[in-house]
């Protein structure tokens, strides 16, 4: 009985050395992946922001491209961010407001979904609207979870 | 004519401090670009590594969903590799090479799309042969362009 009950245990702690960022081989890789994915979308968002703020012409193909794959990325950083995966400028209050956290990043990839089909109407203006809500949401949730 | 001849001059400089890599702020940011690109890719390519070399169990859902994504970042970091973007651990024989490198990185591509088919068949010696096929082409393209 005490056999088994060590064996329970170590299963236990097995389970509990194997959280939610099991998909990555270190804590490490799942930061470097969450910055990694953000990043690519933020020079993709950017781009478009030059558009919609007047300091590149207006491209409609690219801009359709960059906010497609703006849609794209905006669905990857999270898994990077499982238990046991607290580092980079990521604030600690990630993992204890998970909820607050897992709404900002339903709502940024809702916007992006929107913005990437304002940008296929190749309208400038629908493209500003859109781009103006989704920096709204990345701002939010920045301003909440985001260090220095 | 002489201040014509100064004014085509002027336009050629600047066209010449234009290069590939204008759709980045800096050169850094092309390098940080296409390596966070590979990143991910590497990321979600190994996991399906895992599922064919059987060290993982094979999930047919989350291997196609890899597979996705792999294809969808194979696209990305070549436009990091612009002139005037020379670092990190890429050779600068990509530079030189440049017809080279295009074929490596269009071959890449090729199989990631064929990779994302077979994941689709939910067949593990389909995933395994296509596996096989795109690391193969990761690993030419690495023993030719990338140092340590």
Excluded at 22 to 28: M, T
Excluded at 97 to 123: I, R, W, Y
């Amino acid at each position: 009985m005490k056999k088994l009950a060590t064996l329970a245990f170590a299963a236990a702690a097995l389970c509990a050395a194997v959280p939610a960022s099991a998909q990555f081989a270190k804590p490490e890789d799942a930061i470097k992946y969450r910055q990694s994915a953000l990043f690519v979308m933020g020079q993709h968002f950017s781009r478009i922001g030059a558009m919609a703020n007047g300091k590149a012409p207006f491209d409609a193909k690219a801009a359709a491209e960059d906010a497609d794959i703006v849609a794209d990325m905006a669905k990857l950083p999270w898994a990077g961010f499982g238990a046991g995966t607290e580092g980079g400028k990521a604030k600690p209050e990630i993992w204890k407001e998970q909820a607050k956290f897992k709404e900002h990043s339903d709502k940024l990839q809702a916007e992006t979904v929107k913005l990437a089909a304002a940008a296929k109407t190749g309208n400038l203006d629908t493209l500003k609207a859109a781009f103006g809500s989704t920096a709204g949401s990345c701002k939010a949730c920045h301003d909440a979870f985001r260090g220095r």
